[in-house]
């Protein structure tokens, strides 16, 4: 397929990037914190870290880390928290001392945490308090042998530090009680650490640095090996991208997306880094006035997120009253933006939503609209420097231009494979080295791309293909439906029959009238036979509605 897509990139963004203009995600770090020393690099409940003492704070983490623990490179080190100072700490600390991160979504079951925990080889995490307790049931079954429990105001200075955790452990009682003999406290951590000498580790890009865990195309769950070069080659693309509409030292972003989730990590946490810009955490996204209340303190320039997120946000009252002239743009990934969610965020902030592709196995970023694009056209843009794109047939042929096909992918960004799993690694890319994305995509004549679906989602009814987003993005429009979801459930005879899921605005939407919509705007095929109201819906750690999840129930 040719690279038609590059006469549409904005002027100045190159169609090549150096992935290796960096030994390692350290050396970029390292350097970062040095040349914005004195800028706020990570704020958190009106607590903020400058450049210069994350870079102090994760030196000592690292020391205690090499010196007391014996960590030592190649060591996976899992951190189980929520978006506070503490995991950037940990995160930074765990990458000098060439310990592999292995993010854990802080909402596990203690069987979810025992899955993970022994498949990556974790000896050592660090938790939340909140979540110790399910840490403490699962610990028997795994081979971790050091713990760090922290407390949410642990790097809120002294004052604040006793009263944040005084409301969270005894008046809110967000901590259950746990008991874990030989786990040690954040704050002893980093009061030894300090003292220690912290031995420079030798870290190239070939190294393995994150172990980040995805249910993939099969929905099973696997560790994506993502090295240092290939989350710098996505940093360094992303820059790449962005560079021209972004000022050193000035840029704030909302961090809302858990850190936990590369989205979040690599665009966030690490791009943003290299930009020397301030992330604004939010421990719980769930609360959209304190987002819309950080976003307005903080004059946010850059929002990113997902389209739960931004129509959640556009339901909300304290939202619509901000005032968003610092805003440069906005950006959404991990799930389709539909048509009339991006409509209503232009007219109330007056920022474009740029959609942007990715998955983890890509670290994750594939695809972006260009920036100075001004209007929503449904597509997930064109494929960033150094990315290329092929749309395959199931027999891995080739298409072309206007066929639609599994979308597949080649870049320096592509993970190196799942974590102990050749079969599974096998599976997921054709055997020229294509990495399978399991979404069903199409290019049209100028090089954008469109997601279809995803090929798992795909409903078959009456031998039809179905799209679920095509019937969602319908159902969006209705002024009464809040969220759906679209999912096949089956059926003796049509082997599957459309069903929708929705959260309705108010509780007159009923049946027939759902269905009377669907009947005006979509072929007879794709319009929902079974409609299912519920108060909310099924929802991962970023707010992307699990499809699998509604199908599980039927």
Known sequence: MDNIWLKQYDKGVPSEIKPDSFASLVELFEKSCKKYSDKPAVSCMDCTLSYEQLMTLSRSFAAYLQNELRVKKGDRIALM???????????????????????????????????????????????????????????????????????????????????????????????????????????????????????????????????????????????????????????????????????EGVEVSITALPLYHVFALTVCCFTFLYFGAESVLIINPRDLNSVSRAIDKHKVTVLIGVNSLFNALLNTSEFKKLDFGSVKFTIAGGMAVQSVVADRWKEITGSNILEGYGLTEASPVVTMNPLTQKDFINSIGLPIPSTLISIRDDDGKELSVGEEGELCVKGPQVMQGYW???????????????????????????????????????????????????????????????????????????????????????????????????????????????????????????????????????
Not at 193 to 200: F, I, P, S, T
Not at 443 to 459: L, P, T
Not at 487 to 498: I, K, M, R
């Open 81 to 247: 928290m929520p978006n506070i100072l503490q995991y950037p700490v940990a995160l930074f600390g765990a990458l000098m001392t060439g310990a592999v991160i292995v993010n854990v979504n802080s909402l596990y079951t203690a069987p979810e945490l025992v899955k993970q925990l022994t498949d990556s080889g974790a000896e050592t995490i660090v938790v939340l308090a909140n979540f110790a307790h399910v840490l403490q049931h699962a610990l028997p079954e795994t081979r971790v042998r050091n713990v760090i429990v922290t407390e949410v105001g642990d790097l809120c200075g002294m004052f604040k530090s006793l009263l944040v955790n005084f409301m969270v452990n005894k008046v809110k009682k967000k901590v259950p009680e746990w008991y874990i003999p030989y786990a040690v406290s954040f704050r002893k951590v980093m009061e030894f650490g300090h003292k220690l000498r912290l031995q420079k580790v030798r870290i190239t890009g070939d190294d393995l640095a994150i172990l980040q865990y995805t249910g993939g195309t099969t929905g099973v769950s696997k560790g994506a090996m993502l090295t240092h070069r290939n989350i710098l080659a996505n940093v360094l693309q992303n820059a790449a991208w962005m560079g021209g509409n972004l000022q």
């Open 420 to 554: 102990e799993s050749e079969a599974e690694t096998e599976n997921v890319f054709w055997e020229d080295g294509w990495l399978r994305t399991g979404d069903v995509a199409v290019m049209d004549e100028q090089g954008y791309f469109y997601i279809v679906d995803r090929k798992k989602d795909i409903i078959v009814t009456s031998g039809y293909n179905v799209y679920p987003n095509e019937i969602e993005s319908v159902l969006m429009t209705h002024p009464l439906v809040k969220e759906v979801a679209i999912v096949g459930v089956p059926h003796e005879h049509a082997g599957e029959l459309v069903k929708a899921f929705i959260v309705r605005k108010d509780d007159s939407l009923m049946k027939d009238k759902v269905v009377a919509f669907c009947k005006d705007r979509l072929t007879s095929y794709k319009v929902p036979k079974r409609v299912e109201f519920r108060d909310e819906l099924p929802k991962s750690n970023v707010g992307k509605i699990l499809r699998r999840a509604l199908r599980e129930e039927g």
